[in-house]
């Protein structure tokens, strides 16, 4: 099993060592490599996303990401920042499903800034497209290089686009995920007002016909927002653009208690699959040993379970992060009075324990 390990930038590179820390105390036959991404690639050899990254990264059955990023960088133009690394990762590797579980853990549910009732028991799936939208148009600004830089540019503008078959490979993802779920699925579009996502409803609900046991709904991204913080826990499979699907599923991260709780599974269609957080690189606490190492160690649960083919590897993951919440243990972003605050390091060596 070739795993590539991309720590990235800000606190990528702390929490990803407690995420190989646990994924080494397995004792599975993992083969592990490890590259420079991000702002740290840039840093070193000019590019985020060096060739030789790249190549690590399609040639491994799994990649395991930290974050990238860093206000330094704000103002490259915009091919050489560090987001880009990202991006060129999962445009690469085709990388289009997008999954982001939010589930509030019972120990967490006094650490989310949401009443208790509201989201105890809260298990939601977001299916985010990651390949396509307006993350994937055309942009032109002050920025931008395709076409030069515009320095004095007095407007900026990108494009926003899906096409039917991008709709429709995602859409499959998302009912297919709903069966073994509580077969719902709801589709969030904008299409009051834009003409790409009245495509996307049109085209979710004909693949829909499909699936006749699956209950879809559609929803306004406005109104998503709204629901989630109002009545979180009516959703089950939420499906959506890839801009919507960032926006939502930061918001959806604080119903489980601290954006440091979220993992995520970046799939192509062969199920080669990034994994990491949906957090960022956090540059302001990085170096401080107070990250909250478990979303990127779950996202390692998901790389056992999607791509690896390790489901009881995975389960062994989970259940060791339920016991170190049980303990009491948390680090600053989960901590609550009575409660035990630990570092990065110290959570870390407490899921190899539980382990
Ligand atoms: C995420 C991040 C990325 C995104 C950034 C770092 C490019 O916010 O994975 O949610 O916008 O997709
Ligand atoms: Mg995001």
């Not at 702002?39 to 990264?57: C, M």
């Not at 990023?69 to 990762?89: C, F, M, S, T, V």
């Not at 009245?198 to 499909?210: H, I, L, R």
């Not at 406005?222 to 089950?236: G, T």
């Amino acid at each position: 099993m070739k795993i590539a390990v991309l720590p990235g930038d800000g606190i990528g590179t702390e929490i990803v060592a407690e995420a190989i820390k646990v994924l080494k105390a397995l004792d599975l036959p993992f083969q592990m490599e490890t590259a420079l991404v991000g702002g740290a690639a840039f840093a070193a050899h000019g590019h985020p996303l060096p060739d030789a990254t790249l190549k690590l990264a399609k040639e491994a059955d799994a990649i395991l990401f930290g974050a990238v990023g860093d206000w330094k960088y704000d103002n490259l133009e915009r091919h050489l920042r560090p987001e880009q690394a990202i991006l060129g990762l999962r445009k690469n590797l085709g990388l289009f499903a997008n999954f982001r579980p939010a589930i509030c853990y019972e120990q967490l549910v006094d650490a989310s800034s949401l009443k208790p009732e509201l989201v105890a028991g809260l298990d939601i799936l977001i299916i985010r497209e990651l390949t396509g939208d307006i993350y994937f148009g055309q942009p032109r600004g002050r920025r931008t290089s395709v076409d030069g830089l515009f320095p004095g540019a007095e407007e900026a503008f990108d494009t926003m686009r899906y096409s039917k078959p991008e709709i429709e490979r995602i859409a499959h993802v998302a009912f297919q995920a709903a069966r073994k779920r509580s077969k719902r699925v709801t589709s969030v579009d904008k299409a009051n007002v834009l003409e790409t996502f009245q495509f996307w409803k049109d085209v979710v609900s004909e693949v829909g016909k499909q699936y006749p046991d699956i209950a879809l709904d559609h929803m306004y991204v406005d109104n998503a927002a709204m629901q989630l913080v109002k009545a979180p826990k009516k959703f089950d499979v939420i499906v959506t653009g890839n801009m919507f699907g960032d926006i939502l599923s930061d918001e959806a991260s604080m119903l489980t208690g601290s954006i440091g709780m979220l993992p995520s599974a970046s799939l192509n269609a062969s199920n080669q699959g990034l994994y990491e957080p949906s957090h960022g690189s956090a540059p302001d606490i990085a170096g401080k040993g107070v990250a909250n190492p478990l979303a990127t160690i779950l996202s390692a649960a998901m790389m056992l379970r999607f791509s690896l083919n390790q489901e009881s590897a995975a389960q062994r993951i989970e259940a060791a992060v339920q016991s170190v919440l049980r303990q009491g243990l948390r680090t600053a972003d989960i901590y609550s009075e009575g409660t035990t605050r630990v570092s990065t390091l110290e959570m870390g060596n407490a899921v190899v324990k539980a382990l």
